[in-house]
């Protein structure tokens, strides 16, 4: 297709931005897009209390329902989609539509609720996307080395682990060129066969148990 100019249309490639609920997914799209970003978000309530814990989150005020999408021109020819997925259990069902066409994913880990990226990682093992994780160190939480985070995770030694912070633009461009690095080592990998990817937990399904975090 050809704009009205003549000029081919710029390639689009798309990436997810996955992890918990509370992680920072919304803040690391609106700090790196260059436009106004696509945000669904509410406000929450004393009726969502108990599908929506705010242990470590207290000053959480709203979340996302759908999705958040911003976008980056990284040249003449390539335009850039970055989809925020939903942190909730409830909303997991839309993961399967967001992660169409993506290229991969950056997960979001927030140090003090470390499980909370279980779901991610596991859906995008699951899937053969790749993906890597971002600590999202807020302030005054427990550094965590990447060694000990790919321990409580349980991540393969093939998978990046890199510290961001969602609020800067310069930090999500860091880890998003991470994100292109780990893709280009991992296009470059020998491969075997991997077991087909079963379908994603129903929302009465029990989430993983927390890792032990190492806090003394």
Wanted: hydrophobic fraction near 40%; glycine fraction near 10%.
């Amino acid at each position: 297709m050809a704009y009205a100019d003549g000029c081919d249309a710029p390639a689009t490639l798309k990436v997810l931005v996955a992890g918990g609920f509370g992680a920072g997914k919304t803040t690391f799209v609106g700090a790196v897009s260059e436009i106004e970003p696509l945000c669904t978000e509410e406000l929450l309530s004393d009726l969502g209390a108990g599908a929506d814990p705010l242990h470590g989150v207290e000053a959480k005020t709203t979340t996302t329902v759908a999705l958040d999408c911003g976008r980056i021109t990284l040249d003449d020819r390539h335009v850039l989609y970055l989809f925020g997925t939903p942190g909730q259990h409830r909303f997991w069902f839309l993961w399967e539509e967001l992660c169409a066409g993506a290229l991969g994913a950056v997960v979001l880990a927030d140090t003090r609720r470390l499980a909370d990226c279980f779901p991610a990682v596991d859906f995008f093992e699951r899937r053969g996307i790749g993906f890597i994780v971002a600590l999202n160190e807020f302030d005054g939480c427990h550094r965590y080395t990447a060694d000990e985070v790919r321990d409580a995770v349980g991540l393969g030694p093939e998978v990046s682990v890199v510290r961001c912070d969602a609020r800067l633009a310069g930090s999500g461009t860091v880890t998003l060129a991470a994100l292109v690095r780990h893709l280009l080592c991992a296009s470059t990998a020998p491969t075997s066969p991997s077991p087909s990817p079963s379908p994603w937990p129903s929302p009465s399904t029990t989430t993983p148990s927390s890792p032990e975090s190492g806090e003394t």
